[in-house]
């Protein structure tokens, strides 16, 4: 096996998978462009700035930052040079309309007291699902979340640890098992949402969270998740690499089995030995190698999966600071199990809604002007698919049900506080991200639509295209985009030594 060096890479998508993998190609010496078709970098985790508020699109829970320090170790660089991650405390607060209060984090002898309060038998059953987290952390996360499923015999590998957790259920019912409150069987399940998945149908595997973020903590870079990203742009063009802006790519061509060129809306297009997307899946096959036999027929296939569900997001700055109101809560509603069936099965504008509220400013003032604060109230609906309603019309009404939610529960005078708003709903997922039917999370996380049911690091039948993102093992959320990038990384550097 030769070096890799002097070889040419293109990644398609700034994104943090796309990112994180570009670091991994010009680390090993291989001339990586990055590709870009927006203004900014961050794909998911863009941002903007409107008077003097910073205002990220998301993800904003930083977890694992391990798996993050090791893009910048790769050439004996420290992730500090670039950006500063500060602890978050609690993790989450969860609120519930009768007025409890639980606040989720890694303290866990505050925990315990929380939990007694709601059901004193439920301590010795949360014990015994921290177990169980740590056991499909192991198996899930630390084994397989980095490793590639390119056939079958791959999964028939896992099968036994698959099965040794009961994989087959969903986090709500293996959480259910173990403890009997209702609302600790909230607290305990909610997760899966921040990854696009049911907690009533996602793998129990996806119970691995608590325990990454119980070793891990939960973290901000400073100045916003766009810091980080910026981080993240500024070391791979440190190493060498080139990264393209403002430029879509529209053509991804191909001759026989292998991809020859990569061509954007400009006119601008490069030739190279290897091309990955982190672009949408679905936009990746059916649009980008449109041309190819390949992608007209894989295409296909994509489109009748099942996609996770898209989001609603209202950005706001209001005057004031609120250092009673911690950095991330969810304000759940008064239904659960229904909520979720209106969202995922059948595709309604419920009347009522939980929320996940972003408040940076109380950890990172900078996110704001002196005196005011900078906020999101996020709330998952269905996606284009299953609810085609016209978002231009039923924006503005959402926003305002959402806004009077928040003030009734946190902030009694919120719309006299308002400094600046705007929404963003799943019309613009689609518009801006290429998401097909407007998902925010890509293939729903099931187990039917896992590792090697899912889209596949390496291509089966064009011998040097590659995915990396939420739609390729392992899925959605910063580290499982990160780990696919490592994944698909060996597969890439490996291919491109012969």
Known sequence: MTSPEGRTACVIGAGFGGLALAIRLQSAGIATTLVEGRDKPGGRAYHWQQH????????????????????????????????????????????????????????????????????????????????????????????????????????????????????????????????????????????????????????????????????????????????????????????????????????????????????????????????????????????????????????????????????????????????????????????????LEDIYDRGVLPSDFSIYLHHPTVTDPSMAPDGKSTFYALVPVAHMGKMPIDWDTVGPVLEKRVLDEVGRRLIPDIHDRIVTKFHYTPKDFGRDLNAHLGSAFSLEPVLTQSAWFRGHNRDDVIENFYLVGAGTHPGAGIPGVVGSAKATAGLMIGDLSI
Not at 125 to 132: E, I, K, Q, R, V
Not at 160 to 178: F, N, T
Not at 295 to 309: A, I, R
Not at 310 to 328: A, I, K, N, T
């Open 52 to 339: 003097g508020f910073t205002f990220d699109a998301g993800p904003t829970v930083i977890t694992d930052p391990d798996c993050l320090k090791q893009l910048w170790a790769l050439t004996g660089h420290d992730m500090a040079e670039d950006l500063e991650l500060m602890p978050v405390m609690p993790f989450y607060r969860l609120s519930w309309p009768d007025g409890t209060h639980f606040d989720y984090s890694n303290d866990e002898a505050e925990l315990r007291k929380q939990i007694i309060k709601l059901d004193p038998g439920d301590v010795a059953g949360y014990d015994a699902f921290l177990d169980y987290s740590a056991g499909v952390y192991r198996e899930g996360y630390l084994r397989l979340g980095t490793v590639p499923f390119l056939d079958f015999a791959s999964m028939v590998k896992a099968a036994p640890a698959l099965a040794k957790y009961q994989a087959w259920r969903s986090v709500y019912s293996v959480v259910s098992k173990y403890v009997r409150n209702e609302k600790l069987r909230e607290a305990l399940s909610f997760h899966t949402l921040l990854v696009g998945g049911n907690p009533m149908k996602t793998s129990s595997i996806y119970a691995l969270i608590h325990k990454l973020e119980k070793d891990g903590g939960v973290w901000w870079a400073r100045g916003g998740t766009n810091r980080l990203i910026a981080g993240m742009v500024r070391h791979f063009e440190r190493l060498g690499g080139t990264v393209r802006l403002g430029d879509p790519v529209t053509r991804v061509e191909t001759e026989g089995k292998r991809v020859k060129a990569v061509h954007c809306a400009s006119g601008w297009n490069g030739k190279f030995d290897a091309v990955a997307s982190n672009a949408d899946i679905v936009h990746s096959y059916r649009d980008l190698l449109g041309d190819s036999f390949r992608g007209k027929t894989f295409g296909k296939k994509l489109v009748k999966k099942s996609f996770s569900p898209s989001l609603f997001v209202v950005h706001f700055g209001v005057e004031g600071s609120w250092p009673g109101v911690p950095h991330h809560s969810i304000l759940f509603g008064p239904r659960y199990k229904g909520l």
